[in-house]
């Protein structure tokens, strides 16, 4: 009976122990605001506008936009809040520019969409009417988010795209010769 009390008091010192050792959890935001994710973005040093848009069926939209310079471009980036579906949209307008008209866009979209299937990390998107290229990141936010897991998001999007610029715009000007 004693080696049984001796070892239910030890293993409860061992989980107790375990415990203390752990990291604590990170805060989680929820529900997720396009106000809180400012408040990340500004954490991380950035100043953002809030911009309001109307669509096509006179819905009004609001989205964080911001421009940050990289290495290798300046980006114009965007978050966009879709509550109905709880995921956080976020893309790099106009990362590229390969209007239709252009010989080279094709191969380039053919391209970038073999890359699209290799990446692990983003996607790239295109709109035929004006040719414009983002770079893009969807992020669910359905049990909420925590400022960390948002920020690396958010700078891992970034970095890739500065990255990946310089490798693009040259695949393109092979396209181009």
Same mark, same amino acid.
């Given at each position: 009976?004693?080696? &049984?009390?001796?070892?239910?008091?030890? =293993?409860?010192?061992? @989980?107790?122990?375990?415990?203390?050792? #752990?990291?604590?959890?990170?805060?989680? &935001?929820?529900?997720?605001?396009?106000?809180?994710?400012?408040?990340? @973005? $500004?954490? /991380?040093?950035?100043?953002?506008?809030?911009? !309001?848009? *109307?669509? %096509?069926? =006179?819905?009004?939209?609001? #989205?964080?936009? /911001? %421009?940050?310079?990289?290495?290798?471009?300046?980006?114009?980036?965007? &978050?966009?809040?879709?509550?109905?579906?709880?995921?956080?949209?976020?893309?790099?307008?106009?990362?590229?520019? +390969?209007?239709?008209?252009?010989? !080279?866009? &094709?191969?380039? +979209?053919?391209?970038?969409? !073999?890359?699209?299937?290799?990446?692990?990390?983003?996607?790239?998107?295109?709109?035929?009417?004006?040719?414009?290229? %983002?770079? !893009?990141? $969807? +992020?669910?936010?359905?049990?909420? @988010?925590? *400022?960390?897991?948002?920020?690396?998001?958010?700078? $891992?999007? /970034?970095?890739?795209?500065?990255? #990946? +610029?310089?490798?693009?715009?040259?695949?393109?000007?092979?396209?181009?010769?």
């Amino acid at each position: 009976m004693k080696k &049984v009390i001796v070892f239910v008091l030890f =293993g409860s010192m061992l @989980i107790a122990g375990s415990s203390f050792c #752990r990291k604590p959890p990170h805060d989680i &935001v929820y529900p997720v605001t396009l106000d809180k994710l400012g408040d990340f @973005i $500004t954490d /991380l040093g950035y100043h953002y506008d809030k911009v !309001s848009t *109307k669509g %096509r069926e =006179g819905e009004i939209s609001e #989205r964080i936009s /911001l %421009r940050i310079s990289g290495d290798n471009g300046v980006f114009d980036i965007g &978050v966009q809040l879709f509550e109905s579906v709880d995921i956080v949209y976020m893309y790099i307008s106009n990362y590229m520019s +390969l209007p239709l008209d252009k010989g !080279s866009s &094709v191969p380039m +979209l053919t391209y970038l969409m !073999s890359q699209n299937w290799d990446m692990t990390f983003g996607k790239f998107e295109w709109d035929i009417d004006d040719g414009e290229l %983002r770079y !893009s990141h $969807t +992020l669910p936010i359905d049990d909420g @988010i925590s *400022k960390e897991t948002f920020q690396a998001y958010f700078t $891992t999007m /970034l970095n890739v795209a500065d990255e #990946r +610029l310089p490798e693009l715009e040259s695949t393109l000007e092979d396209f181009e010769d």
